[in-house]
Nanobody, 113 residues
Framework: QVQLVESGGGLVQAGGSMRLSCTAS??????MAWYRQAPGKQREFVAR???????SVQNDLRGRFTVARDYDKNTVYLQIRNLQQEDTAVYYC?????????WGQGTQVTVSS
């Protein structure tokens, strides 16, 4: 059974940094992606990392968002720098493309002014 557990969110001031983690079980090390859903908005793609570690980030977020993975820990990370209030959202990880049945609880990131 696939299980994805996100962690690392919290409250941070604008301009701060945060690293989110996603630990996967029952799934090996497939291509993975981060998504986010802000209040009142649809879930959107943030960044992806391939099986071999090739990464890509949503155009508007490049320069502040970095994705990485640790194959031994079956964990994918999302590093966010210079957080802005519009980054406030629930952040989710999933496979890439996403599996309908694999969405976890996500981790809440709240950026204060």
């Amino acid at each position: 059974q696939v299980q994805l557990v996100e962690s690392g969110g919290g409250l941070v001031q604008a301009g701060g940094s945060m690293r989110l983690s996603c630990t996967a079980s029952g799934i090996g090390n497939p291509a993975m992606a981060w998504y986010r859903q802000a209040p009142g908005k649809q879930r959107e793609f943030v960044a992806r990392i391939s099986v071999t570690g090739v990464t890509s980030v949503q155009n508007d977020l490049r320069g502040r968002f970095t994705v990485a993975r640790d194959y031994d820990k079956n964990t994918v990370y999302l590093q966010i720098r210079n957080l802005q209030q519009e980054d406030t959202a629930v952040y989710y990880c999933n496979t890439d493309p996403p599996s309908t049945n694999s969405w976890g609880q996500g981790t809440q990131v709240t950026v204060s002014s």
